[in-house]
């Protein structure tokens, strides 16, 4: 155990001040949040710094899964439109609008992307279940954050972090730059990941007596003060590990770049946590919870009421069993003696408004939106574009979001690592003359629907065109053809390596040119010849008649 001086107690303080702090500050979401878990049941949330006991029951109070379900459709609908699995859904490209056609930088920039998604998918990194979580925590809570590891010797490792774990705060402009985690390790945990000489003596006694006993920790990781760009051994964010009961610092550090990825779904103003889809319709799904259990109750009476009966029958008696002779429920006059309640309920009218409210969380998760974007059978090519561009232009806002605060933070971060490592291929020298920063191309499907009717545009056009250069061909000279297609070829995620430059192309046309005149040389050699055959004969038959010949004299 390693052992601690004045300097570090004090940052341990500091830190577990200001946690604290954050702590009270998301009191009010935190209620917000277990309300929720407890109303959607979809999962065992800590929200009181106790585990629940795994495999315990959380669906008491659900009698609805609608909200449930739509949240998994909405994690599937972010997944497929943000990050499917089955596509690259973005790219690289270069910083500065000159180098947007250089061969070099194109093929550079498309290699680092293939490095990016080969390390991204790989099954060891975990990414794409926990970029789900992330979607699912969205849809629940309305804030998710991603922790992007970087394991020595095993690469990038991807890892979703429960809400209940994080505090966050903002800088000036809005943008999460300080986030504590407290989470609990047992001892055999916090030695597994930090080592004996790292953990307390607290920590070392209980790994002998009880390795399952667990500690609270926190992880901090906020600006750097120190922080002078260009300057080696200084990180941009400076971080710590802090075994919290005995204000232990286990570890310090620091980050290039943020290993936390924290994504809000709305905003409201003077708010630091995100809104949810469930917290926007949560009276709703509570108001669904309650009717349900009523309609179930109303139709359990009806399908199997209450019964009255005459006090002179013994209720241990009677045989409610399908089949069933109960003895003595007829009176001697013939009357029944046991006679179901009938309420008058009216399970229909109960029904009709659970449809209404189903429709409203449907509407709150998107379902109904990401539906519309699923191509119809019976439509047109051009009325499904219109309607994904329609849909898609009202997801624009809430997407963009996630693809700014969740997806590129995480992007940066593993660029970040990548270079450090080495695995990354030389970055050409123009781009390092521009700074040497690259930006974020997204190419996701959803991407793609705001952007495709421009390249429509330019195709109906272009038929256009070439229909009316049948009766006037000088038509087509409005067009630059090469533009065109680079355009299109861009819009739909067309690779860089396959698409020859501008300079290329200018030399093969410079190529095709010459070898027209080196053509057309050779075509016109033989007339040339018989000219200069025919000539130089002209001549020796003048010379052969004299002057006389060349005066017309006879």
Same mark, same amino acid.
């Given at each position: 155990?390693?052992?601690?001086?004045d300097?570090?107690?004090?940052r341990?303080?500091?830190?577990?001040?200001?946690?604290?702090?954050?702590?009270?500050?998301?009191?009010?979401f935190?209620?917000?949040w277990?309300?929720?878990?407890?109303?959607?049941?979809t999962?065992?949330?800590?929200?009181?710094?106790n585990?629940?006991?795994?495999?315990?029951?959380?669906?008491?109070?659900?009698?609805?899964?609608?909200?449930?379900?739509?949240?998994q459709r909405?994690?599937?609908?972010l997944?497929s439109t943000?990050? @499917?699995?089955?596509?690259?859904?973005? *790219?690289?490209k270069?910083?500065?609008p000159?180098?947007?056609e250089?061969?070099?930088?194109?093929?550079?920039?498309?290699?680092?992307?293939?490095?990016?998604?080969?390390?991204?998918?790989?099954p060891?990194a975990?990414f794409?279940?926990?970029?789900? #979580?992330? !979607?699912?925590?969205? *849809?629940?809570?309305g804030?998710?954050? =991603?922790?992007?590891?970087?394991?020595?010797?095993k690469?990038? %490792? !991807?890892k979703?972090?429960?809400?209940?774990?994080?505090?966050?705060?903002?800088?000036?402009?809005?943008?999460?730059?300080?986030?504590f985690?407290?989470? %609990?390790?047992?001892?055999?945990?916090?030695?597994?990941?930090?080592g004996?000489?790292k953990?307390?003596?607290?920590?070392?006694?209980?790994?002998?007596?009880?390795?399952e006993? #667990?500690?609270?920790?926190?992880?901090?990781?906020?600006p750097?003060?120190?922080?002078?760009?260009?300057?080696?051994?200084r990180?941009?964010?400076?971080?710590?590990?802090?075994?919290?009961?005995?204000?232990?610092?286990?570890?310090?550090?620091? !980050?290039?770049?943020?290993?936390?990825?924290?994504?809000?779904?709305?905003?409201e $103003?003077?708010?630091?946590?995100?809104?949810?889809?469930?917290?926007?319709?949560?009276?709703?799904i509570?108001?669904?919870?309650?009717?349900?259990k009523?309609?179930?109750?109303?139709?359990?009476?009806?399908?199997? @009421?209450?019964?009255?009966?005459?006090?002179?029958l013994?209720?241990?008696?009677?045989?409610t069993?399908p089949?069933?002779?109960? !003895?003595g +429920?007829?009176?001697?006059d013939? %009357?029944?003696l046991?006679?179901?309640?009938?309420?008058?309920?009216r399970v229909?009218?109960?029904?009709?408004? &659970?449809?209404?409210? %189903?429709?409203?969380?449907?509407?709150?998760?998107?379902?109904?939106?990401?539906?519309?974007?699923?191509e119809?059978?019976?439509?047109?090519?051009?009325?499904?574009e219109?309607?994904?561009?329609?849909?898609?232009?009202?997801?624009? $806002?809430? =997407?963009?979001?996630?693809?700014?605060?969740?997806?590129?933070?995480?992007?940066?971060?593993?660029?970040?690592i990548?270079?450090?490592y080495?695995?990354?291929? $030389?970055m050409?020298?123009?781009?390092?003359?521009?700074?040497?920063?690259?930006?974020?191309?997204?190419? +996701?499907?959803?991407?793609?629907?705001?952007?495709?009717?421009?390249a429509?545009?330019?195709?109906?056009?272009?038929q256009?065109?070439?229909?009316?250069?049948?009766?006037?061909?000088?038509?087509?000279q409005?067009?630059?053809i090469?533009?065109a297609?680079?355009?299109?070829?861009?819009?739909?995620?067309?690779?860089?390596?396959? &698409?020859?430059?501008t300079?290329?192309?200018?030399?093969?046309?410079? +190529?095709?040119?010459?070898?027209?005149q080196?053509?057309?040389?050779?075509?016109?050699?033989?007339?040339?010849?018989?000219?200069?055959?025919?000539?130089?004969q002209a001549?020796?038959?003048?010379?052969?008649?004299?002057?006389?010949?060349?005066?017309?004299?006879?």
């Amino acid at each position: 155990m390693q052992k601690q001086n004045d300097g570090a107690l004090d940052r341990a303080n500091r830190i577990i001040k200001r946690q604290s702090q954050l702590e009270s500050n998301r009191s009010t979401f935190k209620q917000q949040w277990q309300e929720i878990d407890e109303q959607i049941g979809t999962s065992p949330s800590y929200w009181h710094n106790n585990i629940n006991t795994p495999g315990k029951k959380t669906t008491d109070k659900v009698f609805d899964t609608t909200a449930a379900q739509a949240n998994q459709r909405f994690v599937a609908a972010l997944s497929s439109t943000l990050t @499917p699995r089955s596509q690259k859904w973005h *790219g690289l490209k270069a910083p500065v609008p000159q180098l947007d056609e250089d061969k070099e930088v194109n093929v550079y920039l498309d290699s680092v992307t293939n490095i990016l998604f080969a390390v991204r998918y790989d099954p060891a990194a975990n990414f794409e279940s926990q970029i789900n #979580e992330c !979607y699912s925590s969205l *849809g629940k809570y309305g804030t998710a954050c =991603m922790f992007i590891d970087d394991e020595v010797g095993k690469g990038i %490792r !991807y890892k979703s972090i429960p809400l209940s774990q994080i505090y966050i705060a903002e800088n000036s402009a809005g943008i999460v730059d300080t986030v504590f985690r407290k989470f %609990r390790y047992t001892a055999y945990q916090a030695v597994d990941a930090w080592g004996k000489d790292k953990v307390s003596e607290k920590i070392l006694l209980a790994l002998d007596k009880n390795p399952e006993q #667990e500690f609270d920790f926190i992880h901090a990781v906020y600006p750097n003060e120190d922080y002078l760009p260009g300057k080696a051994g200084r990180f941009k964010f400076y971080s710590c590990y802090i075994e919290r009961e005995t204000r232990h610092v286990i570890s310090e550090g620091g !980050y290039r770049t943020m290993p936390y990825a924290v994504s809000r779904y709305i905003t409201e $103003p003077n708010e630091i946590y995100g809104r949810s889809p469930a917290m926007l319709v949560l009276p709703e799904i509570k108001t669904l919870n309650r009717a349900r259990k009523a309609v179930l109750q109303g139709a359990e009476k009806i399908v199997n @009421p209450p019964l009255l009966a005459h006090d002179d029958l013994l209720a241990d008696g009677l045989n409610t069993q399908p089949g069933g002779i109960n !003895y003595g +429920a007829i009176g001697e006059d013939g %009357r029944l003696l046991i006679q179901p309640l009938q309420t008058g309920a009216r399970v229909d009218i109960g029904v009709d408004q &659970i449809n209404q409210m %189903r429709q409203a969380i449907n509407d709150a998760f998107l379902v109904t939106l990401f539906q519309i974007l699923v191509e119809d059978r019976t439509m047109t090519a051009t009325e499904v574009e219109y309607r994904q561009q329609e849909k898609g232009q009202m997801l624009a $806002p809430t =997407m963009g979001r996630q693809q700014a605060e969740l997806l590129a933070p995480m992007i940066e971060r593993e660029l970040d690592i990548l270079s450090m490592y080495g695995i990354l291929p $030389p970055m050409p020298e123009v781009i390092l003359q521009f700074g040497g920063a690259i930006e974020i191309k997204y190419d +996701a499907p959803l991407n793609k629907i705001m952007r495709s009717p421009e390249a429509i545009a330019i195709l109906n056009t272009l038929q256009t065109a070439a229909g009316i250069a049948q009766f006037d061909p000088s038509v087509l000279q409005m067009f630059d053809i090469e533009e065109a297609m680079r355009t299109i070829a861009e819009i739909r995620g067309v690779p860089a390596k396959i &698409i020859k430059s501008t300079e290329e192309i200018a030399a093969m046309k410079a +190529a095709q040119a010459q070898q027209q005149q080196l053509q057309q040389v050779l075509q016109a050699a033989p007339i040339a010849a018989q000219t200069a055959k025919d000539f130089a004969q002209a001549q020796q038959a003048a010379t052969s008649a004299g002057p006389a010949a060349n005066l017309g004299v006879g």
